[in-house]
């Protein structure tokens, strides 16, 4: 017995693996970091995809790409083509054959055929009672008719050419009854006297006629008025003389216009059943491969699905959703890899609201979550780490703390840590190494990678202020990002390495406020001229003394001289360049930050020679330090520093 394997078509992949969101969620995040709103950042990354999946805008090249390959490959006059072909083969063997007689009734038969018309339409009826003589030129313009029929049958109803091939005069009166029956359920069912009965008895008598295999009359009248309005397209594509000469023979189909008819009052029942279709367009084909009338309306009806593909994919319109986008069309035009991505990406924007990590405020907007907050924390203090690892022998930042007490759990040792070793996990791992080994007992041997250190924790308190320039100027310099990646890595540390500590990021362009995390991320860079340290130094100096009992640190970014400051009403006192008086009240702030034993770092961006000038001076006067890192290392610098400064008092 052989079995047989193929691709899964039943749905989503049951033995996929789950959805993996870290990658959205640094998108994401990357792109709220740079101001984007959460909603926008989520659209903008659905329309890029993923490293493992294509996006909106692919597929929706791949939609356009397929439409313009139709058009650019294809002309619709394959049918009058194909007829005109017949016609010229049967009148040339009819006219050897008339050659070869003697008799008077020749001579006049080829008076008959020199006398015929150009137009291929006018021909064909002009020869409806014309008696052949020649058997082959006989069966030749006979099946003119027979194509006529089958392909304005096999445009209501794909697979009918084929299907029709050689038919016989019984199978040609069975499609007529198919037809007739057809526009009777259809208008018993405009009249809403249909019943379910009527729908099944049409489908037991004719159900191998529609390979849908549609349920209900509605989809039955989905099916086939799909077809029926690319027909009605693939019309108004041809020129006036091509459609003048279709219409002409169309008359002749299966030798009487009874088809016509019939294909007339279905056409007109389904235009009345779904008047949504698109009746009235058209299309340009530009290609040299002629398509029959079937080929040509499937054609028309797959750039319909591609042309509402296209449109589904933008996610343009007003109130547009994924869930929007048709999965059969998908599939049915672009196979089954884009519709599997199409349905990721849903999964993918339901995944990231279910599990958490976009939450919809009282106002209606979308936020990143708390549990979202945590995650790009974790990824800015990840890659500060990184960073920090390979620098100047500093070691990573996994290290919950040097001389402290033990937090009761450990880890495996690695190259330059100097906590203590946990000596029971240490001989446990040896001695379950090798406890499957056969043999007589031998003595436990250790190895590297058996020796795991015990975990410590620092329990003195700081009080730690983050000082973020967010004036213009670091939006314009690109240093905006940087900035709340560095933030969020501070704040990640402090909430999971130092949870005693009581950090306070304060944002200081023209004016200073206290900001939370998530606000920080959502900071939006806008026209804020000024750099108003001095205020940004009263908030921290308020934060210093409400804790009065913890070590006092300072953290300063920013990539401009103080061009501001805090008036005693309130306002906002700006000035370029600096004014004495600005700098003196800034000055004189951080005099009252060192009296408070504050450690102050300025992290200086740029090289502008007044900044460092001026940085350089206020780092003297304090007993801080000023550090110059460049925008890839600023959270490494920030990170390395604040561990620098976190020792017992």
């Keep these: 017995m052989y079995q047989r394997y193929g691709r899964y078509h039943g749905g989503p992949d049951p033995l996929a693996p789950p959805l993996d969101l870290r990658e959205a969620l640094d998108a994401i995040g990357a792109d709220v970091l740079a101001g984007s709103s959460p909603r926008r950042a989520l659209r903008e990354l659905l329309r890029r995809g993923t490293s493992t999946m294509d996006g909106l805008d692919q597929l929706a090249a791949q939609a356009n790409r397929r439409r313009r390959e139709l058009l650019d490959a294809h002309n619709l006059g394959g049918t009058l083509d194909e007829v005109r072909e017949l016609l010229d083969r049967a009148v ?71 299907a ?36 099944e008895r049409f489908m037991a008598e004719y159900g191998a006629i529609f390979p849908e295999n549609p349920r209900d009359v509605e989809e039955l009248l989905d099916t086939v008025a799909r077809r029926s309005a690319a027909a009605q397209r693939l019309r108004n594509s041809l020129s006036p003389e091509q459609r003048a000469e279709l219409d002409a023979l169309a008359q002749q189909a299966f030798g009487s216009p009874g088809l016509v008819q019939q294909l007339d009052r279905l056409d007109a029942n389904l235009r009345a059943a779904r008047p949504g279709e698109d009746w009235d367009g058209s299309q340009r084909f530009r290609g040299d491969d002629g398509m029959g009338l079937g080929a040509g309306t499937a054609a028309l009806a797959d750039i319909a699905d591609l042309e509402q593909l296209a449109e589904q994919l933008s996610q343009e319109y007003a109130g547009a959703q994924l869930d929007d986008i048709d999965p059969e069309a998908l599939l049915r035009q672009l196979g089954p890899e884009s519709a599997a991505d199409a349905r990721t990406l849903a999964d993918l924007e339901r995944a990231l609201q279910q599990q958490g990590y976009l939450d919809r405020g009282a106002d209606g907007q979308w936020r990143l979550s708390p549990r979202a907050m945590r995650k790009l924390g974790e990824a800015a203090l990840r890659d500060a780490a990184q960073r920090l690892s390979g620098r100047s022998g500093a070691r990573d930042t996994r290290r919950a703390g040097a001389m402290g007490e033990p937090t009761g759990s450990s880890r495996s040792w690695e190259f330059g840590d100097t906590e203590p070793w946990d000596v029971t996990r240490t001989v446990t791992n040896a001695v379950l190494r090798q406890a499957g080994a056969c043999g007589p007992p031998v003595p436990v041997r250790m190895r590297v990678t058996d020796v795991e250190i015990a975990e410590t924790e620092q329990r003195t308190q700081a009080a730690v202020a983050l000082l973020v320039d967010t004036s213009f100027s670091m939006v314009m310099d690109g240093r905006w990002v940087p ?30 406020r206290t900001v939370t995390p998530e606000e920080l991320a959502g900071l939006d860079g806008a026209w804020d001229q000024g750099t108003n340290l001095h ?82 001076r206020m780092a003297q006067r304090v007993g801080g330090r000023v550090v110059a890192p460049d925008l890839d290392g600023l959270g490494a610098a920030v990170v390395s520093d604040f561990i620098r400064l976190r020792r017992p008092r």
């Design 483 to 512: 900035m709340k990646r560095t933030a969020l890595a501070l704040n990640h540390l402090v909430r999971t390495r130092f949870r005693g500590d009581d950090l306070r990021l304060i944002a200081f362009g023209r004016q200073a």
């Design 535 to 616: 205020h940004a130094l009263l908030l921290a100096g308020r934060h210093l003394r409400r804790n009065p009992n913890a070590q006092p640190v300072v953290l300063i970014v920013t990539d401009g001289e103080p061009t501001a400051h805090l008036e005693p009403d309130g306002r906002a006192f700006f000035d370029y360049p600096p004014h004495p008086r600005t700098l003196g009240l800034t000055v004189r702030e951080l005099d009252n930050l060192a009296r408070l034993g504050a450690q102050v770092t300025i992290f200086r961006l740029g090289d502008d020679p007044g900044l460092a000038r001026v940085v350089d």
């Design 92 to 162: 040339l063997a009819e006219r050897k054959e008339l050659a070869r007689s003697l008799d008077d009734d020749a001579r006049f038969a080829e008076l008959q055929l020199a006398d015929l018309p150009p137009s291929t339409a006018q021909a064909v009826r002009d020869l409806s009672g014309y008696r052949w003589r020649d058997p082959q030129a006989r069966a030749d313009y006979e099946q003119i008719r027979d194509l006529l029929g089958r392909e304005l049958l096999d445009q209501r109803f794909a697979g009918m050419k084929r």
């Design 164 to 199: 029709l091939e050689n038919a016989t005069d019984d199978d040609r009166r069975r499609v007529d009854e198919m037809l007739t029956d057809l526009n009777a359920l259809l208008d018993k069912h405009s009249r809403g006297v249909d019943a379910p009965e009527d729908f």
